[in-house]
């Protein structure tokens, strides 16, 4: 299957800042870039609402986009650009700015995309846990050549039985770029469960779970 295809309207914004920021946020609007191939960066504004309609939040990495950028001169209102980067707020998810990258139809791009097992391992019918490795992995294409997705067949395995990257078929024009003999599924052996006392607390002690830090986007 491959990767979605999809315009979204954009708008040139004059101020940039935090201050500007959170001003477009409170509109309903994502404080949004759009770089690449040789150009002045470009400051935009994108509709949040919009956005959440063109593109599906599991597509963000390998959806093609259309930008038609209101404002902008000449060829640069509709460039061909990809997602580089989504940053969310860690506590509300809520979208609070984009990264879009120029790219050429023509030109190969490298590009992460999600693995997917498909079919039913024996081994988990015998108690047996899927431990997916990786769930992505770095390929290189041309942009109307980039796949939804990679599906790895886990309808042999037994328990202790593997894929990795050499057992997969990539789709035409596609071409995966991790060692072959990297693991990207194990059936493990089923878990085994042991009860086990709580150790005590010191008195006065105020147990918190801190929530980890996260970075949402891609390093290419």
């Known amino acids: 299957m491959r990767a979605e295809q999809v315009e979204i309207p954009a708008a040139l914004r004059a101020e940039i800042g935090k201050a500007a920021s959170r001003h477009l946020r409170a509109k309903g609007q994502i404080p949004a870039v759009v770089y690449g191939r040789g150009a002045e960066p470009m400051p935009l504004a994108v509709d949040e609402a919009a956005f959440a309609r063109a593109v599906r939040p599991s597509a963000w990495y390998h959806t093609l986009i259309g930008l038609k950028i209101e404002g902008a001169p000449g060829s640069s209102a509709r460039p061909t650009v990809v997602i580089a980067e989504v940053q969310r707020d860690l506590v509300s998810r809520k979208i609070i700015s984009l990264d879009f990258k120029r790219i050429s139809l023509s ?114």
């Open 107 to 220: 030109e190969k791009i490298h590009t992460h995309v999600a693995v997917r097992h498909i079919g039913e391992s024996p081994g988990l019918k015998k108690g047996g846990i899927i431990d997916q490795v990786m769930h992505e992995l770095m390929v290189e294409c041309l942009p109307t050549d980039m796949p939804d997705h990679l599906e790895a067949d886990i309808s042999g395995l037994d328990i202790g039985d593997s894929v990795r990257v050499r057992d997969l078929t990539a789709p035409s024009g596609v071409r995966i770029l991790a060692p072959e003999g990297e693991v990207l599924i194990v059936i493990a052996p089923p878990a085994r469960v042991e009860a086990a006392a709580p150790a005590p607390a010191e008195a006065g002690a105020l147990v918190e779970e801190v929530p980890e830090p996260e970075v949402v986007g891609e390093s290419e």
